[in-house]
Each structure stands twice: as structure tokens, then as C-alpha cells.
């Protein structure tokens, strides 16, 4: 059965089509919620809801973009409108700490990983989330537009921006 | 750090960037397919289910009905000249965006009232049926607007309608199941999203602007 099928069972109801769209994309719906968060219990809670808000919603969904490009724009915006709840009530946890403790990269060296991880996230959210998805996730330009909402040029100009900032801020980085 | 360095840094990122544990993929899909299928909410989620609901269309029909009774009455069939016409033009489409802001304003008002008296964890069982039969019948509205013109218009609006969405659900499922947890995550989530200060601020605004 393919995606589009899928779809259709899951909007009347087939909860076993439910399962098996839920299989093919959760893998990687929780990695881009885990590398928009650094924490495992905060990724666990954004793919839940992205999922519902999906399912909630597939009648909408029209097709144009992939149903992946659709489906990894709601978890972003999950995540970045959980990310600005936190910031304006200043519950942010400590990143830095919590990356450190969660990270199972162990093979990066410690100290410039830290580096890294830090000068990610003190990027603002627009040049971390394009830097997190462009270089870390490995999405297309074309397809972080689709993700964020902006034309594909502000993409390009943000993750050069964001390179340029990261740049910077591991500069003074000696090994 | 030298150019080549920081290319290489770059290029490893996928590897070193906050590499992903595995994903609890049978404790996510369960909480998902409570959300989604165990819920009587779930006939509401297709646009094809939720107009061959009979209750639901009923919901919508209401909606429309209440929405029409706000438009002015059509006026007979004029003698009028070509340029009182046109201009009947965006007198209509004006009508219509009141008619949705009424709506809307009225809906906030009773989204409001809902959180408010959102009951603490020692709540009755009495009292949580009611609060999710009426949060059943607020997201019924809810869904409604996401898809209006009104919410198409105001992203701020559509924002706040997207948080209530998933909190009315949350709260019109304590109507089958019910724990300490339950509402202490949905009076997180309020919190966590201001939800009630953005409630509160919608309806100050729709109303200012009547």
C-alpha cells in the first residue's frame, strides 16, 4: 500500500494504516524533534503531538510538497513554538548541561563538541533551526523553505549566516 | 580553528550534533493512537467523517446559521444603477468578516470561561464529564475557524486557535479516562502556552474592534 493510500485508510478511520505511516516516518520525525531539542523526553513529547496535529489535519493535506516536507514542517513548528514559550517564560534548561549529559556521540572530541553545541545554541532560532536542518538533517534548500515558510534565497542567506556566526564563535578554538 | 577545520567540523555535524537515542517508537505510537483513534473526538479529525456525522454537521449548520444571522438581509432587487452595485461589493465582504469576527469573539469568550474553571486534580467525576462535553463541543468551533477566512487572515489568531486545539482535546478526553496526570498536563499546557493571556487578549482585541 502506498503513502497516498495510507492516507485515505487513516482518514476514515484504519488505525493499522495509522501504524504503518506512523513506522515510516517516526524514525526520523524523532530525530528532527531530538536535534531541534537535545532532550530525549522533549522529543518524545513533539513527535507525539506532531503526529496528532497530522493526523488531525491529512484531510488538508493536498499533495503538493512530499507528506514527509509536510509532516517535518508541523514538528518544526511544534518545536519552535515550544521553544518561544520557554524563552518568554525563561524555562529554557540549561542546554549546554543537558547536551552534555544526553549526547551519545562519544567519538567527536569532548571539548570541541561542547564548543559546537554551544555556539549552535546561542545562534537565534531562525539560523539554528536552518543550520540544524541544512547541516545536520541534510534537508534541501528547497525543502526548509517549504519547512519554514520563506522563499528558498532566505534560506541560503540564513545558513550563511549562521556558518559565518558559528564560524566565529569556534575561532578562537585551539585542539 | 583554520577554514579546512571548520569544513570538516561542518561536515561531521550529522554525526556529532546532538546524535539521536533510539526513538521510543511503541510509547510515542500509543499515546498517538489514544489521541488520535480511541477518542470520540477522532470522528471529528477527517473532513470526510465530520460532515457525514450527523450531530457535527449539525455543528457546522448551526455555525453558518449563526454566521448568516449576522449578515445584513440582501436588499430586493434594485433599480439601483452600475455604481451602487459595486460598491455592494465589499459592503458584503465586510459583512462577512464581522460576521466571522462575532463568531470568533464569542467563541474566545467561552474558550476563556472553559480554562478558567478549568477544575484542580481533586476535581468530581461529574464536573470533568461536563468540562469535556464542552470542550468536544468548543473544538468542534475550533477546527472550524482554523479552516475560516478569519484565521487565514490573523497568524496570532491562528497560532492561539492551534494551541486550543490540542488542549480542548486533551481536555475533552478526561470524559473517558481520568488521573492527576492528566489534568496536570493540561494545566501545563496552558500555562506553557500562555494560552489564557493570548485568550484573554483575542478577546479584548475582537471585542475593541466591534
Known sequence: ?175 | MDEDRFEEVISDLPRSFNAPPPPPLDEMWGVIEDAHFNSPLSKLTSRSSFLTTPWLAAATLLVGIGIGALLPRAKPPATVPAPVAQSAVPRETSAVADAYRDQTHQYLGQAAALLISLPASDGSKTADSAFANKAADLLVTTRLLIDSPAASRDVKLRSLLDDLELVLVQIARLRNERSRSDLDLIHQAVEQGDVLSRLNSAVATTQSSE
Open chain 1, 1 to 175: 500500500m502506498n503513502e497516498a493510500e495510507l492516507i485515505a485508510r487513516i482518514i476514515e478511520g484504519d488505525r493499522l494504516a495509522g501504524r504503518a505511516l506512523y513506522d515510516m516516518h517516526a524514525p526520523r520525525v524523532f530525530s528532527l524533534a531530538y536535534r531541534l531539542s537535545g532532550d530525549p523526553e522533549k522529543a518524545r513529547e513533539f513527535t507525539q503531538d506532531a503526529f496528532i496535529r497530522a493526523f488531525s489535519r491529512l484531510s488538508q493535506f493536498r499533495g503538493e510538497a512530499a507528506f514527509s516536507t509536510w509532516l517535518h514542517r508541523i514538528v518544526v513548528t511544534v518545536v519552535s513554538n515550544a521553544r518561544r514559550n520557554e524563552v518568554r517564560f525563561g524555562r529554557e534548561v540549561a542546554l549546554d548541561e543537558a547536551h552534555s549529559i544526553e549526547s551519545t556521540a562519544a567519538e567527536a572530541e569532548p571539548d570541541l563538541k561542547e564548543s559546537i553545541e554551544r555556539a549552535v545554541n546561542r545562534l537565534s532560532e531562525a539560523y539554528r533551526t536552518t543550520l540544524i536542518l541544512h547541516d545536520v538533517e541534510g534537508y534541501t534548500h528547497a525543502e526548509i523553505a517549504v519547512m519554514l515558510g520563506v522563499p528558498e534565497g532566505t534560506c541560503k542567506s540564513r545558513l550563511s549566516v549562521a556558518r559565518a556566526q558559528l564560524r566565529e564563535a569556534l575561532a578562537a578554538f585551539k585542539e
